[in-house]
């Protein structure tokens, strides 16, 4: 069972939304939430401690234990509620404890909206990377035309617990909405598909301007990096080559 502590109770003004989301594919998730807490005055005021990690520390024989917790961040201001964490359950069993703990906690606070984010996996030989929207009731389709979203398409799956989330808010009676950022491989963090999903984010809630540029020059570094290590498995390729040497 997991542990949760409320170091204390914010007051909104109105009934406040939820962003939800931990690390995912590219860390699209993660960065994003990760960047509106770094930048909006947000406060901890609750945390679930996980069962992670599986060891302790020592030195100079002193052992330091050190458990790892998700945290609930507010902003009363704008009336946000912000989760998120260091990693995303594997295990089913504490992924659903996870979700079912989160969403106490928004009953708790009355909130009246969930965002979730996270990343897809773009169709092959498209260049264009967009940012599709889900909700989790049917009715809710509308909220969606009226915001000119794209719409998830087809049929697919939603892993982790920035889908899982969606569906036990059913539950729960809370609407809904998912943002999925295209990417193009997952092993590489995204800080353009975070970026892009910012904006479609901050329009949607109506959240005054922010400065997203440190997200374009952490992709400009991504991509200077991408070039190097191509360079260098290009040249070390042509090195293993017969009479090369």
Known sequence: MLGVKIHYKPKFDKKPILIAALPDMGNVAGLCLNFLINKIDTKIFAEIYSFWPPFVTYKKGIINYLQSSYKFYENSQYNIIFFTGDFNPTDPRRLYELCY???????MFNVKLLYSLGAS???????????????????????????????????GQITGFNGLILGIAQEFNLDGICLLGEIDNPNVIQPKTSQEILKVLLKIIN??????????EEEKRKKFMEKQMNYFNKAVNQSELPGIT
């Open 101 to 107: 703990e989160v969403l106490k906690i928004a009953e």
């Open 121 to 155: 996996l773009k169709p092959i030989n498209t260049i264009e990377k967009l940012v599709y929207a889900g909700v989790n009731k049917p009715e809710m389709v509308n909220v969606l035309n009226e915001l000119n979203l794209p719409i998830l398409e087809d049929n």
């Open 207 to 216: 959240f005054p301007s922010i400065d997203l540029s440190e997200l374009e």
